[in-house]
C-alpha cells in the first residue's frame, strides 16, 4: 500500500493580539498515530482545525504528498475531522448516516460491530452521547482519507468503549496517518506512535513520560 | 450512486422543511407567487442563516464525505431555483 505524508509547516495564529501558534511544523506518515498533548488552551484543538481548513491562520503550508492544499476544498478528500462536538445532523438515521459516508465496498466490514448493529435502527438524535461518539469516531476513521485529525475522541467514553475506539484507531492506522489530541493522556500516549506537547504556541517532540513533566504537562505523582 | 452526489442531495433536502415553512407564512401575506418568489430568495436566505447558527456543526459532517460548503450551498440553490421555475411553468400549463 501507497504511503502518503502530510506536512504541515509556518502556521501562525493571533487570537485577540495573543501569538497561539507560532510557526508550528507537523509531519505525518501513513501509519503514523500521533498524539498532540497540551495543556487546556495551549492551541491543540486550533491547529487542528486550521489544519482542516475551518478556522484560518495568518500563514500556513499545508502539503500532502509534496503537493501545496492551502484551500479547504481541496483538503476534502484528504483528511477528515473528527470535531470536539457531536457533527453529524440530527435528522439523519444511523443508517443513512453511515449510508452518506462509506463506501459500498466498506460498508460490509463497517457494519460487522455489535455496537453498530444495535443502533443501526436508530435516529441520531436518539443516541446516546457515547453511541453518537463511538458512531462518529468509526465514521471519521473509515472513510476515504488518507490523514484523520481526532480532537478528544474519548469524550464521553466509557473504559470498554476506549478500548475498542482504540483498537479501531491501530487497525485504521495501517493504511492512515493519525493525529490525535485528547486530555486522556494515558490513553493517548498508549496507542500512539510518536508523542508531541504544544506548549507556548510551539509544538516540542517527546521521547518519554518524563519529558512531559520536565515540560510542566504532568506532574511528578501523574508519572 | 456518486457519494457526493448522495450528500449534496441529502443537504438540499434538509433545507426544503425551513424553506417551506418561510415560503407557508408568506403565503398568508401574498398570492401563490408570493410563494415561489420568497422560496427562491428569503425562504432560501434565511435557511442558511438558520443552518449558520443553529446546525452549523452539520456542515463538518459533509465536509468529512468531501463536500464543500460553498458546493452545498450551491447545489441547494441551483435546485431551489429548479424547483421555483419548475412550479411556476406548472401552473403556467395547468
Request: hydrophobic share 45%.
Amino acid at each position: 500500500m501507497r504511503s502518503h505524508i502530510l506536512e504541515v509547516d509556518s502556521i501562525r495564529k493571533h487570537f485577540d493580539y495573543k501569538l497561539v501558534i507560532s510557526d508550528v511544523y507537523l509531519k505525518c506518515v501513513s501509519n503514523d498515530i500521533i498524539a498532540l498533548l497540551g495543556r487546556n488552551g495551549s492551541g491543540k484543538s486550533t491547529l487542528l482545525r486550521i489544519i482542516f481548513g475551518i478556522v484560518s491562520a495568518e500563514n500556513k503550508y499545508i502539503r500532502i504528498d509534496g503537493i501545496v492544499k492551502n484551500k479547504t476544498a481541496s483538503l476534502l478528500d484528504e483528511i477528515s475531522y473528527l470535531h470536539q462536538e457531536s457533527f453529524i445532523p440530527s435528522h439523519l438515521s444511523v443508517k443513512k448516516a453511515i449510508f452518506l459516508s462509506i463506501s459500498f465496498e466498506k460498508r460490509i466490514c463497517f457494519l460487522e460491530d455489535s455496537l453498530i448493529q444495535s443502533i443501526l435502527s436508530k435516529k441520531i438524535s436518539y443516541l446516546s452521547s457515547g453511541e453518537l461518539r463511538y458512531l462518529e469516531i468509526k465514521l471519521v476513521l473509515f472513510n476515504s482519507s488518507k490523514f484523520v485529525l481526532l480532537d478528544e475522541p474519548y469524550n464521553g467514553l466509557s473504559p470498554i468503549m476506549i478500548e475498542k475506539v482504540n483498537q479501531l484507531i491501530k487497525d485504521n492506522s495501517l493504511k492512515k496517518g493519525i493525529v490525535i489530541t485528547d486530555h486522556n493522556y494515558e490513553n493517548v500516549i498508549r496507542i500512539s506512535t510518536q508523542l508531541l506537547l504544544m506548549k507556548d504556541g510551539k509544538i516540542h517532540a517527546i521521547k518519554d513520560k518524563n519529558e512531559l513533566v520536565e515540560k510542566g504537562y504532568l506532574s511528578l505523582r501523574m508519572t | 450512486m456518486d457519494k457526493k452526489i448522495l450528500n449534496l442531495f441529502e443537504f438540499f433536502k434538509s433545507t426544503l422543511l425551513i424553506n417551506l415553512s418561510v415560503c407557508l407564512v408568506s403565503l398568508f401575506f401574498g398570492t401563490i407567487d408570493t410563494f415561489f418568489f420568497v422560496f427562491a430568495s428569503y425562504g432560501f436566505v434565511i435557511t442558511i442563516l438558520y443552518k449558520e447558527i443553529y446546525k452549523k456543526n452539520d456542515y463538518l459532517f459533509y465536509y468529512n464525505n468531501g463536500v464543500s460548503k460553498l458546493q452545498l450551498i450551491g447545489f441547494s440553490y441551483f435546485f431551489t431555483i429548479f424547483l421555483s421555475v419548475l412550479f411556476l411553468i406548472l401552473k403556467e400549463i395547468f
